[in-house]
């Protein structure tokens, strides 16, 4: 199975950044569809954002967009969110999720956009944001 590990949680004011990483390993070829995923207490968890690593197309939740941006970070087994500008509602449990066996960009993307589990999940990390 897929082991992926978050970091990069904190506590920031309003307005701040944060950048998160998730290592992903044990998996073999290529890991290509991964994303982020958040969950606040006593709400649904929302995506917040997919990267297809070997394809290059991403999406983003409408709250996120123009904020945060999703990228391999200085490999491919390494995913980074740059979160800016954060707001207090931003605040929740962030996961990285991946899912092995998805290998195309539609694929990929639709699943996020459907609100598909992805089959590996990380821990999560903490992010909160004082108002």
């Known amino acids: 199975q897929v082991r992926l590990v978050e970091s990069g949680g904190g506590s920031v004011q309003t307005g701040g950044s944060l950048r998160l990483s998730c290592a992903a390993s044990?998996?073999?070829?290529?890991?290509?569809?991964m994303g982020w995923f958040r969950q606040a207490p006593g709400k649904v968890r929302e995506g917040v954002a997919v990267?297809?690593?070997?394809?290059?197309?991403?999406l983003y939740a409408d709250s996120v967009k123009g904020r945060f941006t999703i990228s391999q970070d200085g490999a491919e087994n390494t995913l980074a969110l740059e979160m800016h500008s954060l707001k207090p509602e931003d605040t929740a449990m962030y996961y990285c999720a991946a899912d092995e066996s998805i290998a195309t960009v539609s694929t990929c993307l639709s699943a996020f956009q459907a609100n598909v589990p992805f089959s590996s999940w990380g821990q999560g990390t903490q992010v909160t944001v004082s108002s």
């Open positions: 990267l297809h690593t070997g394809g290059g197309r991403a």
């Open positions: 044990g998996y073999t070829g290529s890991l290509y569809c």
